[in-house]
């Protein structure tokens, strides 16, 4: 039954309703979880009080399995989660799972290995997947989505990318019909979070603190802070909205670690504020693909999103703009994307195939760029910034400089007219040189009204 109903089919219009229901010895899918930690507690307790028929997750993969179930049903006593999976098998071999009879696995644990061998196990074997994992599909997605096509089977992963927000089936089935031509967004929850309250006056380390404390941010916070999570994920939105496979590594990323409260200071009185953005561009045969703090004017939609939401922008050639926003992670916002994945699943919808191609990726971009210059105070320091940018075609356009702060080291600002990054960076490294700089000069690029997709 699975095999007819997963065939390659363009969609079923079924509804989800009737699906669920429909004739429960024939259409009841049986589910493994494997991981059941913040999002496969949240997917139980979706499934539980959803109430959805035609589901059942039978099986449970996790380590230290004994301990866990007591703990977990302990906590979970009187409540329809509990009742949900107080049958179910649990156990630590991920063979049994495979050997089993569960049509769909959920995959919940995260990274690159394990968890690619045991999809590509479930899909070598007809099972289909469902996932969170941004690492794999952004590594393995395109190995794995031909490995599901050719044992009929599904692999969705909508919560890999905005969380809860539908970037994936939006871009994939919503504007399937268009042709996207760029995609931008703020992907990472946590950068957003930490940026939003440094423009409200919180200095860095104090909020990456608190984002630590509330959860946000791992221990480890490289990941989000310093663009990785973000950068797997505008490899997956490239791959399912540009129709374009980038390499990962190739995607050049810049932490947020730098920007200081003076940024949003000067930023404000440009009528900007600052976020981590992703951006990937079609040109020809190369993806035009960063992940940097950006400057952002307050009049662009993407300005708005606050906190930990997320926000993509795609731009298509035939239907414009298209606005997704809402919240990128979180137990519930993300199951809310796996259970839509499982009722895809159990449906038998399918995306049609549409053609991939390889592109390069190139970083260079033409853009207004903010420059933040922290000096020892002496004379000729701008006639000497003004000199180095005009040696390389570039137009100085502002100077911004407080008062109130010590000669010994005196923030100020520059912006410059639309120049291309690489060259600019050219500038800077002979800027950097000049014995009054007392850092590396901070470079953010400027976002527009006329970049598309903002
Ligand atoms: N959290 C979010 O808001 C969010 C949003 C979007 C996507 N995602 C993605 O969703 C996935 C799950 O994230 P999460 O936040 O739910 O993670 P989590 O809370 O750390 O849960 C992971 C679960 O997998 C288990 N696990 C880890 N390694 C294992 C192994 N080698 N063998 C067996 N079980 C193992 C963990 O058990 P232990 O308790 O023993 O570690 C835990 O039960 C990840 O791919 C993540 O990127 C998460």
Redesign the pocket.
């Known amino acids: 039954m699975l095999k007819k109903m997963v065939r390659k089919v363009t969609k079923v219009a079924k509804p989800v309703e009737a699906a669920m229901v429909a004739d429960a010895h024939d259409s009841m899918k049986k589910i493994a979880l ?7 507690t949240g997917v139980v307790e979706l499934l539980a009080l959803r109430k959805l028929h035609g589901v059942a997750v039978t099986h449970i ?4 399995v004994e301990q ?1 179930r007591a703990a977990w049903l302990a906590k979970h006593a009187q409540k329809p989660a509990h009742k949900l999976i107080e049958n179910a098998a649990w156990t630590e071999s991920i063979d049994e799972i495979l050997a089993s009879d569960v049509d769909i696995i959920v995959e ?4 690159v290995t ?1 968890a690619g061998d045991w999809v590509r196990g479930a899909l070598a074997r007809g099972k289909s997947v469902v ?5 794999l599909i952004a590594y393995a997605g395109t190995e794995l989505l031909k490995l599901a096509a050719k044992r009929n089977a599904h692999l969705l992963y909508g ?2 990318v905005g ?1 809860g927000v539908p970037v994936i089936p939006g871009a994939l089935q919503g504007l399937g019909g268009d042709s996207l031509t760029q995609v931008s967004g703020i992907l990472n929850g946590t950068c957003n979070f930490i940026l939003s309250k440094m423009e409200a006056g919180a200095d860095f380390a104090e909020v990456l603190a608190e984002a630590q404390a509330l959860g946000y941010a791992e221990a480890d916070p490289s990941a989000d802070v310093d663009g990785y999570d973000a950068r797997a994920k505008l490899v997956i939105l490239a791959r399912v909205a540009l129709r374009s496979e980038i390499d990962v590594e190739a995607v050049e990323t810049e932490s947020i670690r730098r920007i200081a409260a003076i940024d949003f200071s000067y930023t404000r009185e440009m009528g900007c504020t600052i976020r981590q953005i992703s951006r990937a561009q079609v040109d020809g045969r190369f993806v035009r693909a960063r992940v940097a703090p950006m400057v952002v004017p307050k009049s662009l939609a993407i300005a708005g999103s606050h906190g930990t939401l997320n926000t993509v922008v795609t731009h298509g050639a035939f239907g414009g703009d298209v606005v997704f926003s809402g919240h ?4 519930h916002p ?1 199951a809310v994307a796996v259970v839509s994945d499982l009722l895809a699943v159990v449906q038998g919808s399918a995306q049609v195939a549409q053609p991939v191609r390889k592109r390069e990726v190139t970083g260079e971009v033409t853009a207004p760029h903010y420059l933040r210059f922290i000096v020892r105070d002496k004379p000729g320091i701008v006639s000497g910034i003004a000199g180095a940018l005009a040696r390389n075609g570039i137009n100085l356009d502002t100077i911004l400089q407080h008062t109130g702060f010590s000669k010994d080291r005196l923030p100020f600002i520059a912006t410059v007219e639309p120049c291309l990054n690489t060259t600019l960076r050219k500038a800077l490294k002979s800027i950097s040189r000049m014995d009054c700089m007392l850092e590396p000069p901070l470079c953010l690029q400027i976002l527009t009204a006329e970049d598309k997709s903002v």
Request: proline share 3%.
């Open positions: 494997l991981g059941l930690g913040t999002v496969g993969y996790n380590r230290n866990k919940l644990v995260g990274g394990p996932t969170a994992n941004k690492q919560a890999a969380g990128g992670a979180g137990a993300t």
